[in-house]
């Protein structure tokens, strides 16, 4: 397994071009399977989430072609799927595997997708999925660990679905089954993300008619059929890898431009950052990051969007572990994502978690140790603690890294950072 080692104590300077958002390809290379036509995406991110998720498009008959020239160009023929079935082997290595669940059923009629089982930050079910699915008419069983599911004559019909959580991926299940399905589906309760808002601006390029998306009620008038859109979609810059970056540079210090982001997704972190004293220039298409010093500590509380993300919960707690006082982080959307705190602590940082809080004492300095990577935003985070500790730091276990960032060692050197991948 690929290591990283980082040298830490050096401020970040440079540039950085921010790659296309993972949460929005994968939802977007799913609705490939809504059209015989091929769909061209563009700004498509370089990812192992991004490769599975073609493995699994190509699994299912889906013709796939990436640009040697632009590998981030890819285009999709879905004019055949020969098997509507996403196998265990691929679901267990990554969740978003069951945003095929909804464009299968509207598309061929029946799907057999295999449940995602546990996963690191929690138990994360996918009961809201097949609920709203079998409000629109699916009959759904689950058999031998496989979402068995089966749309009814004359295909999935519209329907009110109001979800007991707002969940992300499930919107958006629902978003392309409805696209196709027979009257109006209207979603209570819907996820506001601008990955949602960028999948319902794709199904609306292919012929979709979609309005209210980016509220929380998105009212969908089915169709007969989609189409490729006009143009190659181009998916939004990714609001983690940016928010990401701009903790980076917080935590390290130093000055650095983030070229092809986008600062109005990511309002709640920016704001959360000026605040423990980071400067932050938000122009077109560039942001501007600078900081010195030590932080201010500065509590928050993840919720959804548009409030602060769980996903940038680990990599803003770092600019806390070395602030000058006591923050508070509460997490409210997964019931474990407090891993990365026993790797912080390796690494000399004071946090104490209780429930859904970890308190954390900012400390002068943090120092280098060996840790380990438990899931992705926490991977993103030890990166972060190991920019600023002291002597070397070996982050473990990046696989999972990798599943999100598109060459991040590769990007922090580009900024100054003195840190190399260890080959396995
Ligand atoms: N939930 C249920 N039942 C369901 C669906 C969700 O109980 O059927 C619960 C979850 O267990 C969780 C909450 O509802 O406690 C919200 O989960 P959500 O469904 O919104 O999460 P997701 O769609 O599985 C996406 C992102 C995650 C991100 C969350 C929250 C993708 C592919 N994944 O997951 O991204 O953390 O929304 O914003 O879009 C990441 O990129 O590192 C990542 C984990």
Do not use: W
């Amino acid at each position: 397994m690929d290591k990283l080692r980082i040298c830490g104590g050096r401020p970040l300077e440079g540039e950085v071009v921010i790659a296309g958002a993972k949460n929005a390809a994968l939802p977007d290379l799913c609705a490939a399977l809504l059209t015989a036509e091929p769909l061209t995406l563009a700004n498509v991110p370089r990812l192992q989430d991004v490769a599975t998720m073609l493995k699994l498009l190509a699994h299912m008959g889906v013709r796939i072609e990436r640009g040697d020239a632009q590998p981030d160009v890819v285009t999709l023929d879905a004019s055949r799927i020969t098997a509507p079935e996403a196998p265990y082997d691929l679901v267990k290595t990554m969740r978003a595997s069951v945003l095929v669940l909804g464009p299968l059923l509207a598309r061929c009629g029946a799907a057999r997708v295999s449940l995602p089982g546990g996963c690191a930050i929690g138990s994360r079910p996918v009961d809201q999925h097949i609920k709203g699915l079998q409000a629109m008419g699916a009959e759904i069983a689950v058999e031998h660990g496989y979402i068995v599911a089966r749309a009814p004559a004359g295909g999935l019909r519209g329907a009110r679905i109001t979800t007991d959580m707002i969940t992300v991926t499930g919107t958006e299940n629902f978003l392309m089954a409805a696209a196709l399905a027979r009257g109006e589906t209207v979603l209570e309760n819907a996820a506001q993300e601008p990955e949602v808002v960028d999948l319902a601006e794709l199904l609306i390029a292919m012929g979709a008619k979609i309005d209210g998306h980016g509220t929380s009620r998105i009212r969908i008038q089915g169709v007969d059929a989609l189409h490729a859109p006009r143009a190659p979609h181009r998916i939004i810059p990714d609001r983690i890898e940016t928010g990401t970056f701009l903790c980076a540079v917080g935590a390290a210090g130093g000055h650095a431009r983030l070229r092809g982001a986008r600062a109005d997704h990511l309002d709640a972190v920016i704001d959360k950052l000026r605040e423990a004293g980071v400067s932050v220039d938000a122009g077109d298409g560039v942001i501007d990051v600078r900081m010195s010093g030590r932080p201010r500590p500065v509590s928050f509380r993840t919720s959804e969007y548009p409030a602060f993300p769980t996903d940038m919960q680990a990599q803003m707690m770092v600019l806390g572990c070395i602030a000058d006082g006591t923050s508070r982080v509460s997490e409210t959307i997964f019931e474990n994502r407090f891993m990365h705190v026993n790797e912080l602590a390796r690494l000399g940082a004071k946090i104490e978690v209780d429930g859904h809080t970890a308190v954390v004492h900012g400390v002068p300095r943090l120092s280098g140790a060996t840790v380990m990577a438990t899931d992705l935003r926490a991977s993103a985070s030890l990166v972060i603690a190991g920019l600023v500790a002291d002597g070397e730091t070996v982050v473990d276990r990046i696989y999972h890294l990798d599943r999100g960032y598109d060459r991040m060692e590769v990007k922090l050197r580009a900024l100054g950072a003195d840190i190399e991948r260890v080959k396995a």
